[in-house]
């Protein structure tokens, strides 16, 4: 079983970036696919971006393309989801969550592992 810890949300002013963190435990971190998600106060949870177990393949919501990379360190049992030229819509609450799944996915259904979340809140 995957343990997730998300870290690096706060604060932010509009055009303004953060970068969040999310360490692995308990399991073999390159084995899984993995994406980001995000669920803003009174709104459902959305996919934000993933990445591929094999090959690093890349996949974005339409909302943060241009503005949001994911990218994963296997040796250190990270992931990361640089977050750049931040708007005020982008407030919510980011989860981390890891997929057994063979391909990469973007639906939350098919996510096995969840972190607790990080608060990134973008206000002037």
């Known amino acids: 079983q995957v343990q997730l810890v998300e870290s690096g949300g706060g604060l932010v002013q509009p055009g303004g970036s953060l970068r969040l963190s999310c360490a692995a435990s308990?399991?073999?971190?390159?084995?899984?696919?993995m994406g980001w998600f995000r669920q803003a106060p009174g709104k459902e949870r959305e996919f934000v971006a993933g990445?591929?177990?094999?090959?690093?393949?890349?996949g974005y919501g339409d909302a943060v393309k241009g503005r949001f990379t994911i990218s994963r360190d296997n040796a250190k049992n990270t992931l990361y989801l640089q977050m750049n030229s931040l708007k005020p819509e982008d407030t919510a609450v980011y989860y981390c969550?890891?997929?057994?799944?063979?391909?990469?996915?973007?639906?939350?259904?098919?996510?096995?592992?969840w972190g607790q979340g990080t608060q990134v809140t973008v206000s002037s």
């Open positions: 969550a890891a997929s057994r799944m063979g391909i990469p996915t973007t639906a939350l259904g098919n996510y096995d592992y």
């Open positions: 308990g399991g073999t971190f390159s084995n899984y696919n």
């Open positions: 990445i591929a177990r094999i090959g690093g393949g890349t």
